[in-house]
Nanobody
Framework: VQLQASGGGSVQAGGSLRLSCAAS????????MAWFRQAPGTEREFVAA????????YYADSVKGRFTISRDIAKNTMALQMNSLKVEDTATYYC???????????????WGQGTQVTVSS
């Protein structure tokens, strides 16, 4: 399984960014796909997740209403639309895949490389 994250960048508070994660290597029908983030000196934290074959989505309280996770089955990609960005959203963002739902990064088997998101005031 290979995951490739992209789309990070720098933006002012209140702005938007869209992250993308390209998946390859196996069938993801029964997998959960997620976004995590990690700021310097902190533990990796759950941001959002979805089940590849269904419609359920899950969000951390800190991003609910501002971020939207989605996937394009035909293109085997997952996206994270981030609106109303805050300085505290600054972190390296990672996409991940797992056979079961979890908000614990230690449960995830597959990871993409990180993409940096920097939000300035």
């Amino acid at each position: 399984v290979q995951l490739q994250a992209s789309g990070g960048g720098s933006v002012q508070a209140g702005g938007s960014l869209r992250l993308s994660c390209a998946a390859s290597g196996r069938t993801f029908s029964y997998y959960y796909m997620a976004w995590f983030r990690q700021a310097p000196g902190t533990e990796r934290e759950f941001v959002a997740a979805l089940i590849w074959s269904g419609s359920s989505t899950y969000y951390a309280d800190s991003v609910k209403g501002r971020f939207t996770i989605s996937r394009d089955i035909a293109k085997n990609t997952m996206a994270l639309q981030m609106n109303s960005l805050k300085v505290e959203d600054t972190a390296t963002y990672y996409c991940a895949a797992n056979a079961r739902y979890s908000r614990d990064y230690r449960s995830y088997d597959y990871w993409g490389q990180g993409t940096q998101v920097t939000v300035s005031s």
